[in-house]
Nanobody
Framework: QLQLVESGGGLVQPGGSLRLSCASS????????IGWFRQAPGKEREGVSC????????NYTVSVKGRFTISRDNAKNTVYLQLNSLKPGDTAVYYC???????????????????WGKGTLVTVSS
């Protein structure tokens, strides 16, 4: 069974940090670009960050640029999202998703995801 499992969420004070992990089960992440998404209460899901299959290209939504960092370790079948300088507005359930891409596709985007995790809750509050 192909699964993505997020971990690392929790309660943190404003200005704090968390590191989210996205691990795969049943398949290798080598063939996929990976995206992180979030959905806050009462809001639509939005793309936060993505990383290309090779890790050479990353993209961030404007609101998290300079604060969040995405990375991947294909040997560990894991993608990370480092969250720094957290704000109450970052409170959401964070999901990772995998997008099948060809070997020559060197970018990433937030569309056409094939597999999704169940999410991990990040709460930023004092």
């Amino acid at each position: 069974q192909l699964q993505l499992v997020e971990s690392g969420g929790g309660l943190v004070q404003p200005g704090g940090s968390l590191r989210l992990s996205c691990a795969s089960s049943g398949f290798t992440l080598d063939y996929y670009a990976i995206g992180w998404f979030r959905q806050a209460p009462g809001k639509e899901r939005e793309g936060v960050s993505c990383i290309s299959r090779s890790g050479g290209f990353t993209n961030y939504t404007v609101s998290v640029k300079g604060r969040f960092t995405i990375s991947r370790d294909n040997a560990k079948n894991t993608v990370y999202l480092q969250l720094n300088s957290l704000k109450p507005g970052d409170t959401a359930v964070y999901y990772c998703a995998a997008q099948t891409v060809g070997l020559l596709f060197r970018l990433c985007d937030f569309g056409g995801m094939d597999y999704w995790g169940k999410g991990t809750l990040v709460t930023v509050s004092s």
